[in-house]
């Protein structure tokens, strides 16, 4: 015996609903249907493929991110929140290549300020449109709370900042659930500039003396 439901107004057998929900989620074009239906019963989760390194670099006003993937790469890049109005310098719509910069001032861009540190999240989207497993979105920090020591820097330049940078694996599911801390696989350095790879997605395989991990 057949079971019928009704999806969206329209009766359908039960089998298909979800397959239908998928349909109309592509075709709706503000994506409603994709976070309201199908994103509360699928997990994206983090990602350790689909990206070769991510680079974080922290200027005295702005936010550098530089990612490389490891194939052609046509989705989107964007800061979270910066999705639907698609402007830059929040967001880039590559149309190929391996190699890409998202850089923002500090000010911009759905940033955070806590205490003198810096917050955003970069998503790398490989579809232009939705958002699914395998895509992956970092955390980024650029901490200027560090005091300068007055002695070791007397012969830099007077407006250098002293700043420290992070980047942490983050579930690239704007609705998903922020990592507990044991899950975050944050590389850290104390100079302005660090890197993220697929090896830092704990469980870690490689260790890298250079770089502060936690």
Request: proline share 6%; glycine share 8%.
């Amino acid at each position: 015996m057949q079971c019928w439901k009704m999806c969206h107004g329209v009766r359908i057998p039960n089998v298909s609903c979800s397959l239908l929900l998928l349909v109309l989620a592509a075709t709706s074009a503000g994506g409603d249907v994709w976070k309201q239906e199908v994103g509360s019963q699928m997990e994206i989760g983090v990602a350790n493929t689909g990206y070769r390194k991510v680079q974080l670099r922290c200027g005295a006003d702005y936010m550098q991110v530089d990612v490389e993937t490891g194939q052609d790469f046509g989705g989107v890049i964007y800061t979270r929140g910066s999705y639907h109005s698609r402007e830059p310098p929040c967001f880039i719509d590559p149309r190929n290549g391996r190699s890409f910069s998202l850089k923002f001032p500090l000010s911009q861009c759905h940033t955070k300020l806590d205490n003198d540190v810096y917050t955003n999240v970069v998503v790398v989207q490989h579809d232009d449109e939705l958002i699914m497993p395998g895509d992956a979105a970092f955390t980024v920090e650029c901490d200027f709370s560090r005091p300068r020591d007055i002695t070791v820097s007397a012969n830099l330049e007077a407006d250098r900042p002293v700043v420290s940078s992070r980047i942490s694996i983050t579930d690239a599911d704007p609705a998903g659930k922020e990592l507990p801390r044991h899950k975050r696989s944050t590389v850290s350095s104390e100079s302005g500039t660090v890197s993220f790879t697929p090896d830092d997605v704990r469980p870690r395989k490689k260790t890298n003396p250079n770089r502060v991990k936690g």
